[in-house]
């Protein structure tokens, strides 16, 4: 079992960047590959970008690459998500999720992930 705690989201500026992170209970966070999605209003959930439980690889959604970059520290049970050239269509409320899977591929999928954090909303004004 683990828990997930995100934070870091907010309000700004289209052009501007943000981080995000997310915090993970327990000790076996570093065998977790991780994701981050996003939801809009009346939308449904999108994979945003993740990472292996190694942190060795990683995949982007092609409306984040070259934007968004995902990290994570094992030694900090955290998963980081940093956003720059940010548009008003990022805006979202973004969650983190964990895999209990160590190995490739890296899912996409939001119902293939185990445990979700509550959410962290990101306002992009235009």
């Known amino acids: 079992q683990v828990q997930l705690v995100e934070s870091g989201g907010g309000l700004v500026q289209a052009g501007g960047s943000l981080s995000l992170s997310c915090a993970a209970s327990?000790?076996?966070?570093?065998?977790?590959?991780m994701g981050w999605f996003r939801q809009a209003p009346g939308e449904e959930r999108e994979f945003v970008a993740a990472i292996t439980s190694s942190g060795r690889s990683t995949r982007y959604a092609d409306s984040v690459k070259g934007r968004f970059t995902i990290s994570r520290d094992n030694a900090k049970n955290t998963v980081y998500l940093q956003m720059n050239s940010l548009k008003p269509e990022d805006t979202a409320v973004y969650y983190c999720?964990?895999?209990?899977?160590?190995?490739?591929?890296?899912?996409?999928?939001?119902?293939?992930?185990?445990?979700w954090g509550q959410g962290t909303q990101v306002t992009v004004s235009s």
């Open positions: 327990g000790r076996t966070f570093s065998n977790y590959n």
């Open positions: 999720a964990a895999d209990r899977r160590q190995y490739l591929p890296l899912y996409v999928t939001p119902g293939l992930y185990d445990y």
